[in-house]
């Protein structure tokens, strides 16, 4: 993606385009000058008027619908509740009695990383009751989540210089919860 020979070539003009310092609307003297709007109907009106395509159109879509249970659309509900919720999500996490289903991200982590290692579903539903969180939370959040995993295969070490500083390349992969499938 960020390679050069798949970005498009930028073309530039070959020569200057002649700047003209009068408005598009002055130099064009050939067009009438015609009101855009006034207070009586002309001929130009009458005859949209009786056009038989629009009015055959306008009887196509029928009469207006108002839907009168329609809610307002109100922008800025939305953030409001954002704001209230990261408030009361603030309030919880600095509050001496801890919630269910709220933990911090490195007991996530921890969480995820059993639920892929060898450990039974009875261990992890112990693991996750201590830490004060539904089983069921993790079944669902492990559908769409994961924790880092290294594939073993993928592990390359260069040495960088002659201090021995050493640069470590790995793959990460997405890895089952097996313990949580069944």
Do not use: C
Request: a positive charge.
């Amino acid at each position: 993606m960020g390679n050069a020979t798949s970005k498009a070539a930028r073309k530039l003009p070959k020569r200057a385009e002649p700047t003209t310092w009068t408005s598009p609307s002055q130099s064009s003297g050939a067009a009438p000058k015609r009101p855009l709007a006034g207070e009586k109907k002309d001929q130009v009106i009458e005859d949209d008027a009786r056009d038989p395509h629009f009015m055959s159109n306008l009887s196509r879509l029928g009469a207006v619908k108002v839907d009168h249970h329609m809610q307002a659309v109100r922008p800025h509900q939305k953030s409001r509740e954002m704001i209230e919720s990261r408030i009361q999500s603030e309030q919880e996490a600095t509050s001496m009695h801890p919630s269910r289903n709220h933990v911090q991200a490195s007991t996530l982590t921890y969480l995820l990383d059993k639920s892929k290692s060898n450990a039974s579903r009875q261990d992890i539903k112990e693991l996750a009751n201590k830490y004060g969180v539904d089983i069921e939370k993790i079944e669902k959040l492990s559908q769409h989540v994961t924790s880092p995993s290294i594939n073993p295969n993928s592990v390359v070490r260069k040495v960088r210089n002659e201090d021995g500083e050493e640069e470590l390349s790995v793959m990460a992969i997405w890895i089952e919860s097996r313990a949580l499938k069944a």
